[in-house]
């Protein structure tokens, strides 16, 4: 079996059909299910956001995976098949691992370095056991990751490269109300992005700052922890009109402001310019504001080609560094993991013959004292270390160029390895998730 990562990205798919295919929470337990019901995919998580959706494998068979993941992917967004096949990218073993570690350390976001990917990554993954379809290769995997992307978030400053989505979104709306300093913004929701966008504003120097929200009490939470204040959704339209800022981070299905709401608040205001930053997936303005006299829409798209930079950047040659080291060290562990059970079966089928030999030496020679008789045990597995030696470098080498199958079973057939010897070392217990242990780390 091997790694498997089919998806599509900021990187080869146009926004709207990112769009058409970002999956919430029921979805991706929808999609998660119909694959692990395939002969072709032994684990699955999914993983979705505003930049991506990617689907990550433990592939049975390679053409089997990739075929059965497009078709699941289009049965569940409804998505044409050939509109996916044209787009997606495939990575396999350690092109998936790489990408896996890219992805969490925010090498690959529009934004370099931001770090609501590994929230996002943990929360995929949570899914996966909860829904029982992930295992320990894809469950070792994405540990491996969001451990490789706190580290990069740790050891470097790539979160500072290109600054945040809603950094870039207030310096392109500044260029068209002016300075940020003597402007009112208005964040529309309350979530994770949207105490982002507050927070960065504020630090901007908003001179007012606005949430509006559905639950009130969430968007006043908000409010207090970034100095502004709070109104409910219901009074956007009043809210909008007295914004020079826009900033719209609430994801949800259908459009939150229409053409009509920003024409009438743009009517209230007299002629003064007014910047929507449309920072959700799906899309919270509509497209047709940015046609309206005296506004802008700066959407997810305007700012991947805002966010664009060529990698020479020190913190990004750092993290990138970082990644490759830990991917080589990622590889090597799986290496010697696949060794194991061979190198295993070998020192057992060693240890087998050895023992019994020295009981039958010990039969033929009852007068030797218990010196002399350590000795000669010493002696003998000294002789067989040695003899094992080369068989296991060899095992080890063979691992790491993925050469070890036919190796092993010449090992097997020379030196009469039993199966279930093999087996006994090399297949993993039965994988259960967090929510089925107690806290003692037994099965409830």
Do not use: W
């Not at 270390?385 to 993925?402: C, I, M, N, Q, Y």
């Amino acid at each position: 079996m091997s790694l498997l990562v089919l998806g599509l990205s900021h990187h080869n798919c146009p926004l709207d059909l990112l769009e058409r295919i970002s999956l919430d929470s029921a979805a991706r337990r929808a999609l998660g299910h119909e694959l692990a019901g395939s002969e072709h995919v032994a684990e699955v998580v999914v993983v979705s956001t505003c930049n991506r959706t990617e689907v990550y494998t433990e592939a049975v068979t390679f053409h089997g995976a990739v075929s059965a993941v497009t078709e699941a992917l289009g049965s569940v967004t409804g998505v044409e098949r050939h509109d996916l096949t044209e787009r997606l990218a495939v990575h396999y073993e350690d092109r998936a691992i790489a990408h896996a570690f890219r992805v969490a350390s925010g090498l690959d976001s529009m934004a370099l370095g931001e770090s609501q990917i590994r929230a996002q990554l943990r929360a995929s993954l949570h899914e996966a056991q909860e829904e029982r379809v992930v295992g320990p290769a894809l469950n070792g995997l994405f540990q491996q990751a969001l451990r490789v992307g706190k580290r990069v978030h740790t050891e470097t400053g790539l979160a500072n490269v290109a600054g945040s989505l809603v950094g870039a979104g207030l310096a392109v709306a500044g260029a068209h109300v002016g300075p940020i300093e003597d402007t009112r913004v208005l964040v529309v929701g309350a979530g994770a992005m949207a105490a982002l966008a507050a927070i960065t504003a504020r630090r901007a120097g908003a001179g007012r700052l606005t949430i509006a929200n559905r639950t009130l009490a969430r968007g006043q939470a908000l409010a207090e922890r970034a100095g502004g204040d709070a109104v409910r959704l219901s009074e956007l339209p009043q809210a909008l009109a007295a914004a020079d800022i826009v900033i719209a981070c609430v994801g949800s299905p259908g459009v939150v402001i229409t053409e009509a709401m920003a024409a009438e608040a743009l009517t209230h205001r007299e002629g003064r310019p007014q910047a929507y930053i449309d920072l959700a997936l799906p899309h919270d303005v509509s497209h047709a504001v940015a046609d309206l006299p005296g506004a802008i829409r700066v959407g997810l798209e305007h700012l991947a080609e805002t966010l664009h930079t060529d990698g020479v950047d020190p913190e990004v040659a750092a993290a990138t560094d970082i990644v490759t080291g830990e991917v080589a060290a990622f590889l090597t562990a799986r290496s010697a993991q696949a060794a194991a059970p061979t190198i295993a079966a070998l020192r057992a089928r060693a240890t087998e013959v050895l023992d019994t030999e020295l009981a039958r030496l010990a039969g033929r020679t009852p007068d030797v004292d218990d010196a002399t008789r350590r000795e000669v045990e010493i002696a003998m597995g000294r002789l067989v270390d040695k003899l094992l030696h080369g068989p296991t470098l060899r095992v080890k080498e063979l691992a790491a160029s993925g050469r070890i199958e036919a190796y092993a079973d010449a090992l097997a057939e020379l030196f009469a390895l039993e199966p279930e010897t093999v087996a006994s070392v090399s297949v993993p217990p039965p994988f259960e998730p967090a929510a089925d242990r107690d806290p003692a780390g037994g099965a409830r």
